[in-house]
RNA sequence: GGGUUGGUAGCUCAGUGGUAGAGCAGCGGCCUUUUAAGCCGUUGGUCGUGGGUUCGAGUCCCACCCGACCCA
C-alpha cells in the first residue's frame, strides 16, 4: 500500500494530463451493446458478420504495441477480446491518447468485427472512452497472483487475475441458486432467523459476544440454525430451510474459517430416511446442474508439491547435517558412499517433481516414494555403523528415516487418482457396523479399558479426559472418516454424540440419524428430530453439564406446544463447494476468508 | 498452542558475510494484422519490523509482525 511508488506517481501524472485536455477519465456511464466474450462467440458462430459493429467495454488486460497501431486485450467478467487501434482512424491526438493507457484501465470502445491474419476476432476501434483510470498496477500478466497472503486479503486482485479463482467463485454461486432452486421446486419455504441471539444453540461451540447498547444486553452471534427453524415447524411451516452464516469462536483451520455458510432444512412428516433421500438428491442435482457430471476428479498436484519440497529439504539436511560426523565414524570411502545415495535419491525426487503437470499427480508421487525408499535404505544401511563411532550421529539417522517414512506416508495418500463417485445409490451403513469393519468385529464387546488401549493401537489419540462414547467417535473421527471419500450415510451414531435427535426404537444406545460423508469430511447430518418436550429437557440438560452452558427454555416451551414429528438436515455449504470444485482449502471456496489484520 | 516453512522491485523469483540481480510490468525510441509480439535503450529497492554480532549483514544470532503447510 505504498503511496510513493513511481509506478502510481506515473499513473496519477496520466490522469492529470487527460484533466489537463479536458477529459474525464472516471466516467458515470459507458452502454455496451454486449459482453466481449459474448461478442467473439457470436462473431466464432457467425451470428455477427465481418463488419458489423459492437460496442463493448472491460478492462485493458495486455497491450502490442505496432508504432503507428496496436492491439489490446479486452475483459469483461464474459472473457476477453482482442481490440485493434490505428492511428489514421483515431487521429493524431486520438491515438495520442489511446497509446498512452494503462493496463488495467477500464474503457469503452465502439467499432467493427473483422479478423486478423492469424484469425484472432477482432475489434477495429473507431472510438473510445476511458471509463475509470487504475492508479495501481495490476499483478502479474501471465504468472497470475501467486502470494497467497494478498490473494486473500485482496480478493479483487487475485479474481482480476487468476481466471480459474474466478470461475471457482462463479460456480459457488451457481451451486447455491441450484440449491434454491431443488428446494423450491419440492415446496420448501426460504426463511431467515437472526444471527443474534441472546442464547446460542443447535450446536456444541463457542460462539462471539457482542453487546446492544440500547437494549444494554449481550447477544451471542449463532452457532447453528436448527433452534429458530424448529420453532417455525411447531408454527406451521412444515418445509422450511435457510442458507446462512453460523459464527464459531474456534480455530482457523484448511477446514475451518470462523464464519461459515450452513443449509438447514426441515421438513414436517419426515425422518433420516426421507432427509438421506433428500441428501442424496439435491448433492446429485447440484453436481448435474453445475459440474454436467457425477463424476468429480480431484487434482493432486498441489498436495504432491508440497509433499516432494517437503522431502528434499529433508533430504538437504541430512547429508548436510552429518557428512562431518560420518566421515570421522566410518571413515571417507563409507560417508561418500553415503552421500552418493542420498544424492541419487535427491535426483529422483527432482526429476519426479520436474514431471508434476505433464505425468497424473498419483504417478508423480509413486516415483517420489521410489526416490525416498532408497533414501531410506541408505540411512538403514549406515545406521548401523554410525552408531558405533557416535551417539548422536545414531539419533539423528533415527529421526531422519522417521521424517522420511512420514514423507513416505504423506505421499502414499496421493497414489490413487482422487475420484469422487457420487452415482446413486450412496452407501448407507450403521455407524457401529462400519466402526467393527475397521477396529474389530469384537469393538463394542469389550471393556472401556480395553476399548481405550485398542484405540491407540490403531493410531488414535486418546485423552485421558475421554468418555467411552468419545473413545469410540476418536476412531471413527481419525481411522474412518478421511477414508470415505464416496458418499456414504453413516447411520445411527451413538446417542451421547446428538442430543437433538430421537433414540432409534431398533438400538436405544444410538439415534435416528446419520452423517453423510464425502471426500473424507463430514458435508452433511441429518436426523429424525427429537419432538418430546421432556426427553429434550433431560437430553439438552445432560449435554448442557450444568452451568456451563444455557438451556434455550424458550425452545422447550415451542416444543410443549407441539412439534410434528420431523426430518432435519444441515449442508456445509463451503465443504459442498470443496468437494464439487476440487479445493483442498476452505479458502479457496470463502470469497474473503478471515485472517488476522495487519 | 506446537513443528516445518516463507516474507528481496508493481508481479514472479534468483541471490550461502564483501558494490542488491533477472524476466515481465513501467518509461523513451523503432515498427500499421500482433497475441507470453519483436528489437534498442532505461528507471525502479526501508531486502517484513526492531535489536544484536561483525571492519562489513538480504545472508549469522535474538525478539516481534504477517502468511502457508502439518499436528493439537
Redesign the pocket.
Known amino acids: 500500500m505504498?503511496e510513493t511508488?513511481?509506478?502510481i506517481a506515473?499513473r496519477r501524472a496520466?490522469l492529470d494530463a487527460l484533466r489537463q485536455k479536458g477529459i474525464d477519465p472516471f466516467r458515470n456511464k459507458f452502454t455496451p451493446d454486449r459482453d466481449c466474450g459474448e461478442a467473439r462467440a457470436q462473431f466464432e458462430a457467425g451470428l455477427l458478420a465481418e463488419g458489423a459493429p459492437v460496442a463493448l467495454a472491460g478492462r485493458i488486460t495486455?497491450?502490442?504495441?505496432?508504432?503507428?497501431?496496436q492491439?489490446l486485450?479486452l475483459k469483461d467478467q464474459s472473457g476477453r477480446i482482442?481490440i485493434?487501434a490505428?492511428?489514421?482512424t483515431l487521429g493524431d491526438e486520438g491515438y495520442e491518447i489511446f497509446k498512452?493507457l494503462?493496463?488495467a484501465d477500464f474503457i469503452g470502445v465502439t467499432g467493427t468485427l473483422?479478423r486478423?491474419?492469424?484469425?484472432?476476432p477482432?475489434v477495429k476501434v473507431e472510438r473510445f472512452t476511458i471509463l475509470a483510470k487504475a492508479l495501481r498496477?495490476p499483478?502479474?500478466?501471465?504468472?497470475?497472483?501467486?502470494?497467497?497472503?494478498?490473494r486473500?486479503r485482496q480478493r479483487y486482485l487475485d479474481l482480476m487475475s487468476n481466471d480459474e479463482v474466478k470461475r471457482v467463485f462463479l460456480q459457488r454461486s451457481a451451486i447455491i441458486k441450484e440449491i434454491r432452486a431443488f428446494l423450491d421446486a419440492r415446496g420448501y419455504v426460504e426463511v431467515e432467523t437472526p444471527m443474534m441471539q441472546a442464547i446460542p444453540g443447535g450446536a456444541a461451540a463457542r460462539p462471539f459476544k457482542t453487546h446492544h447498547n440500547a437494549l444494554g444486553c449481550d447477544f451471542y452471534l449463532r452457532i447453528a440454525l436448527e433452534l429458530p427453524l424448529k420453532r417455525l415447524l411447531v408454527g406451521g411451516l412444515d418445509k422450511v430451510f435457510e442458507i446462512g452464516r453460523n459464527f464459531r469462536n474456534e480455530?482457523l483451520?484448511?477446514k475451518h474459517n470462523p464464519e461459515f455458510t450452513m443449509l438447514e432444512a426441515y421438513q414436517a412428516f419426515g425422518d433420516y430416511e426421507s432427509m438421506m433421500e433428500l441428501v442424496e438428491s439435491l448433492i446429485c442435482h447440484v453436481a448435474e446442474k453445475v459440474l454436467g457430471t457425477l463424476i468429480i476428479e480431484h487434482k493432486q498436484d498441489q498436495?504432491v508439491a508440497?509433499a516432494i519440497t517437503?522431502a528434499l529439504?529433508e533430504l538437504d539436511?541430512l547429508s548436510f547435517s552429518t557428512m562431518g560426523n560420518l566421515m570421522k565414524a566410518v571413515g571417507g570411502d563409507a560417508a561418500a558412499a553415503f552421500v552418493a545415495d542420498i544424492g541419487k535419491a535427491r535426483e529422483a525426487l527432482v526429476a519426479a517433481e520436474r514431471t508434476l503437470g505433464q505425468a497424473p499427480a498419483e504417478e508423480v508421487a509413486k516415483r517420489a516414494i521410489e526416490a525416498l525408499l532408497v533414501a531410506i535404505g541408505a540411512v538403514g544401511l549406515h545406521q548401523a555403523a554410525a552408531s558405533r563411532g557416535d551417539r548422536n550421529l545414531a539419533d539423528h539417522f533415527t529421526a531422519a528415516a522417521a521424517r522420511f517414512d512420514a514423507s513416505v506416508r504423506a505421499l502414499e495418500r496421493h497414489t490413487a487418482p482422487k475420484v469422487i463417485n457420487l452415482t446413486r445409490p450412496w452407501r448407507r451403513v450403521k455407524y457401529k457396523d462400519l466402526v467393527r469393519e475397521r477396529a474389530g468385529a469384537d469393538w463394542f464387546d469389550l471393556s472401556p479399558a480395553e476399548r481405550r488401549r485398542r484405540a491407540v493401537e490403531l493410531g488414535a489419540?486418546i485423552a485421558d479426559a475421554y468418555e467411552d462414547f468419545e473413545v469410540t467417535q476418536a476412531v471413527f473421527e481419525?481411522l474412518i472418516e478421511p477414508t470415505l471419500i464416496n458418499p456414504t450415510f453413516v447411520t445411527h451414531c451413538l446417542k451421547e454424540l446428538i442430543p437433538l435427535a430421537k433414540l432409534s426404537p431398533e438400538d436405544p444406545s444410538t439415534v435416528e440419524v446419520f452423517e453423510c460423508c464425502i471426500n473424507g469430511q463430514e458435508i452433511s447430518p441429518g436426523y429424525t428430530e427429537q419432538n418430546d418436550p421432556i426427553e429434550q429437557r433431560e437430553r439438552l440438560e445432560h449435554q448442557a453439564g450444568g452451568e456451563q452452558q444455557k438451556l434455550d427454555e424458550d425452545f422447550l416451551v415451542a416444543l410443549e406446544h407441539g412439534m410434528p414429528p420431523a426430518g432435519g438436515i444441515g449442508i456445509g455449504i463451503d465443504r459442498l463447494c470443496m468437494m464439487l470444485l476440487g479445493q483442498?482449502?476452505i479458502?479457496d471456496v470463502i470469497l474473503f476468508?478471515q485472517?488476522?489484520?495487519?
Open positions: 505504498d511508488n513511481a509506478l506515473q496520466k495486455a497491450h502490442r504495441d505496432m508504432g503507428k497501431s492491439f486485450d482482442q485493434y490505428q492511428k489514421q498512452h494503462d493496463l473483422f486478423t491474419r492469424s484469425g484472432e477482432t498496477p499483478p502479474a500478466k501471465w504468472h497470475g497472483l501467486e502470494d497467497t497472503e494478498i486473500y480455530g483451520s484448511r498436495p508440497a517437503a529439504r539436511e489419540e481419525k483442498d482449502s479458502r476468508p485472517l488476522k489484520p495487519r
